[in-house]
């Protein structure tokens, strides 16, 4: 069974901060990364994806990839409200696993 | 900017009817997807879809599941006989699988509920 494990939060920070989310994955064969934001009733938004081990910048956000670890993350940083969400680390080998999210609160 | 749409937005229906779940794909898109998520839990696949057949189906896609490629635009799911296990968001998703990436791009869901 291919999991995709995170932590479900809530994950609160303040207004400003940066917010540090993590992944683990269990399928060693596993090759591209994906996380995703999903606000409440809505479909899943494609924020981020990374193939590589290492770091991966755009714009507030970064994905750092360790596959030795099958671990992912994603910072967000200067944090604002809006992008309190739940965000959805998705892992593809044959097909998309997806997380079961982690609920980040960003306090005004 | 182009993008996945789906019909309905909701759907509301008696446990033992069948159901179509419509979507219309990114144009250039090569690959389509279902997934389920329901109320409060993972988005979860169910099936994939590539050259007009199912590439990859999860367990939940069982007998009652269908998919089809009807024309040119449209990809369909069919659920034969509903059950009230069923209620639950349905995304489609499509991606180019062209670019040696995957940048998988999702609809706006249908909400379906089975009474």
């Known amino acids: 069974q291919k999991e995709v494990e995170q932590n479900s939060g809530p994950l609160s920070v303040p207004e400003g901060a940066i917010a540090s989310l993590n992944c683990t994955y269990s399928?060693?064969?596993?090759?591209?990364f994906f996380w995703y934001r999903q606000y409440s009733g809505k479909s899943p938004e494609l924020i981020m994806f990374i193939y590589s081990n290492g770091d991966k910048e755009d714009g507030r956000f970064t994905a750092q990839l360790n596959k030795a670890s099958q671990y992912v993350s994603l910072l967000i940083r200067d944090s604002q409200p809006s992008d309190s969400a739940t965000y959805l680390c998705?892992?593809?080998?044959?097909?998309?696993?997806f997380g079961p999210g982690t609920r980040l609160s960003v306090l005004p | 900017e182009p993008e996945v749409t789906q019909t309905p937005s909701h759907q509301v229906t008696q446990m033992g009817q069948e159901v179509i779940l419509r979507c219309v794909p990114i144009?250039?898109?090569?690959?389509f997807y279902w997934y389920r998520q329901i109320l409060g839990q993972k988005v979860e696949f169910l099936v994939s879809f590539y050259n007009n057949e199912i590439s990859e189906k999860s367990e939940i896609f069982d007998d009652q599941f269908s998919v089809e490629r009807p024309d040119g635009s449209n990809f369909t799911l069919k659920i034969r006989s509903t059950k009230l296990e069923d209620s639950a968001m349905y995304f489609c998703a499509s991606l180019t699988g062209t670019s040696g990436y995957n940048e998988q791009f999702f609809g706006p869901g249908t909400r379906l509920t089975v009474l």
């Open positions: 399928d060693r064969g596993s090759q591209s």
């Open positions: 144009s250039n898109h090569l690959y």
């Open positions: 998705a892992v593809k080998g044959q097909n998309f696993v």
